[in-house]
């Protein structure tokens, strides 16, 4: 794929999260394979939210493509994850994503987060100090959009914000390629700007959890 560019990129908001689907095992495995104890069964292509993980922590808060549904046996492909490495699944849920809010007033995009921290190890016996990867910072965006206090989507992003409430959020590049990740909420709908300019607000989402990127 070529460059990718900052031009007619969609921009989608969870609207609603389906029941939760109580996950009973994800495999070490790429792709990883989900297997749920009840619910109603999710489609090819829907997109899940994964909360409440206990074991494989890996996919905490992370918003996933479901691939290769198998409704009699409540099993579905966790398209593009790759879990062989992570840790023994325990106990969590999955949630279908409705993407009813898209924001289309958006200026400019900001992106921080992600560096790690990395834990010393040295021992007496080192003559250089070593060290590993800790934790992550969380990834961080941050907007500015045209000021509309009719805009549903700002209203949406403001009543989350109000609430303490996380979203997922998805960002649709004109090649196809998706980004998503779920995070917390901070939307006040301040105007401001300058003389002779659009009137903006700002808006920022921390991310709660690891993205998730495809490339189609």
Known sequence: MGAKVWSNVQVAIQSALAAALPISAITKASPAVLSYSSGTDPSDGDYVYLSDILGMYQLDERVVRVDNPNGAGNTFELEGVDSTLYDTF???????????????????????GGEFEFIDTTT????????IPGVA????FSMTAQ????????????????????RAIRFTFSDGTKF??????GCTMI???????????????????????YAT
Do not use: C, M
């Open 180 to 185: 998503l990740f779920v995070g917390y909420v």
């Open 124 to 131: 007496i016996h080192d003559i250089t100090r070593t060290r």
């Open 90 to 112: 325990t106990s969590g849920n999955a949630q279908v994503i409705t993407w009813g809010t898209t924001l289309s007033l958006i200026t400019g995009v900001q992106a921080s």
């Open 147 to 166: 000021w509309d206090p009719a805009s549903t989507a700002l209203l949406a992003l403001k009543a989350a914000s109000d609430a303490k409430a996380k």
């Open 191 to 213: 105007p401001a700007g300058n003389a002779q300019e659009l009137v903006t607000t700002s808006i920022v989402i921390e991310g709660a959890g690891r993205p998730t990127a």
């Open 137 to 140: 910072s969380p990834i961080s």
